[in-house]
């Protein structure tokens, strides 16, 4: 990040008041007030609950020179297009108008802020789902079609299987515009994408989990597996290089 952007936001937001008066723990999220810049991110501070692996940063975004809030569910994160703006003060008002419903929405789920496209479409109410595992190859079902997260440009989370020490998963989204269902892996946090769960309904995505969700849920753990013991050979590497240099 340039030296004048770090001093720009520095001076908008030193003495911010809104920021300095907010409270320690709000809906089961406690306050972290560190500063954090990495590449074009200036975080100012961010609600966390590791728990429940989920957090909101709200920061300032040097490519578009807006602030932001990023939400983190899990290993995905997404910004919150209705905070996007330029101007602090405009920042602020949307903060103290909106911010807390996104906190209580974290917390416990809001069926208020699901469109009525997924209600209608049946995936909450969807009987299969009741059948899906609770863990699968060492994967966590982190969330579960009876309660899909709403994330961005129209798509849900409608199935997430976490293995949080390996920061990976396999995730079934719900897009309402193309009205579709589709599938992403994450391998160490990087997304690895195919189209064999791309269904139109839920009664062609079930024959597809049933088919191929096992064997690509053990696929990305082989991959993650072998991705750690790299990296585990590189530190170890380095090790080595160091006490022979010393």
């Known amino acids: 990040m340039k030296e ?4 720009k936001v520095k001076e908008e937001t030193d003495n911010w008041a809104y920021m300095q008066n907010l409270p320690a723990s709000w809906h089961g999220f406690t306050l972290d007030r560190g500063v954090h810049i990495e590449k074009d991110m200036y975080d100012l501070y961010r ?7 989920k957090s909101v940063t709200i920061y300032f ?3 578009t020179h807006e602030y932001k809030v990023r939400l983190k569910i899990g290993l995905i994160e997404f910004c919150r297009i209705e905070f996007i703006t330029a101007k602090l003060t405009v920042f602020e008002d949307l903060l103290i108008k909106q911010f807390e419903q996104v906190l209580m929405d974290m917390e416990s789920f809001n069926i208020n802020s699901i469109s009525s496209i997924v209600i209608d479409k049946g995936i909450m109410e969807w009987e299969d789902a009741k059948d899906l ?4 190859e060492g994967f ?20 997430d299987y976490v293995d949080f020490a390996l920061e990976s998963s396999f995730t079934v989204y719900y897009n309402i515009y193309r009205d579709e269902f589709f599938a992403e892996a994450r391998i160490w946090n990087i997304p690895d994408v195919n189209y064999d769960f791309d269904s139109a309904d839920l009664a062609e995505l079930k ?5 191929k969700m096992l064997p690509r849920l053990k696929q990305v753990r082989n991959l993650a597996e072998q991705e750690a013991v790299k990296r585990q050979q590189k530190v170890q590497a380095k090790e080595d290089l160091k006490h022979d240099s010393d």
């Open 133 to 136: 595992p609770a863990n699968a």
């Open 47 to 53: 609600y966390y609950n590791d728990a429940e692996h």
């Open 61 to 63: 975004h040097e490519e």
């Open 140 to 159: 966590l079902l982190f969330i579960r079609p009876q309660e899909p997260v709403k994330i961005n440009n129209g798509s849900y989370i409608v199935i």
């Open 4 to 7: 004048e952007t770090i001093a």
């Open 207 to 211: 024959a597809k989990l049933q088919a």
